[in-house]
Nanobody, 118 residues
Framework: QVQLVESGGGLVQAGGSLRLSCAASGLILSGYLMHWYRQAPGKERELVATTTRGFNTLYADSVKGRFTISRENAKNTIFLQMDSLKAEDTAVYYC????????????WGQGTQVTVSS
C-alpha cells in the first residue's frame, strides 16, 4: 500500500518561510517523478515543482527563485523549501508521485494547509 504523508504546513506571515516534507512508504521514491501541487480555494490545482529521477528540478513561474524542491532518496522523502512567501501562496499543498512526465501522477498525499497572512 502506497502512502505519501505531507507535513510542515502552517500559518506564516508574508515574507516568511516554511519547509514542507513528504514521506513515502510502499514505493521506492528514487524510481518516481516527484511533484508538489497546490490548490487554493476556488482555483484549479497547480503544479508547483517537480524533481526528476536524475535530480533535475522544474518550477512554476510563480514560485521560481522562492521555492526549492529536493529529495533524499535514502530517507524516501522529498521537501519543498518555501521562502519569501506571499499571500497568494496560500493553498493546500499536495505531494504526488508518478512515472511519466506530463501525466497525472498516480499517487497523492492528503495535503497540508499553508496559510500566508499579509
Amino acid at each position: 500500500q502506497v502512502q505519501l504523508v505531507e507535513s510542515g504546513g502552517g500559518l506564516v506571515q508574508a515574507g516568511g518561510s516554511l519547509r514542507l516534507s513528504c514521506a513515502a512508504s510502499g514505493l521506492i521514491l528514487s524510481g518516481y517523478l516527484m511533484h508538489w501541487y497546490r490548490q487554493a480555494p476556488g482555483k484549479e490545482r497547480e503544479l508547483v515543482a517537480t524533481t526528476t529521477r536524475g535530480f533535475n528540478t522544474l518550477y512554476a513561474d510563480s514560485v521560481k527563485g522562492r521555492f526549492t524542491i529536493s529529495r533524499e532518496n535514502a530517507k524516501n522523502t522529498i521537501f519543498l523549501q518555501m521562502d519569501s512567501l506571499k499571500a497568494e501562496d496560500t493553498a493546500v499543498y499536495y505531494c504526488a508521485a508518478g512515472l511519466l512526465s506530463g501525466r497525472t501522477p498516480r499517487y497523492w498525499g492528503q495535503g497540508t494547509q499553508v496559510t500566508v497572512s499579509s
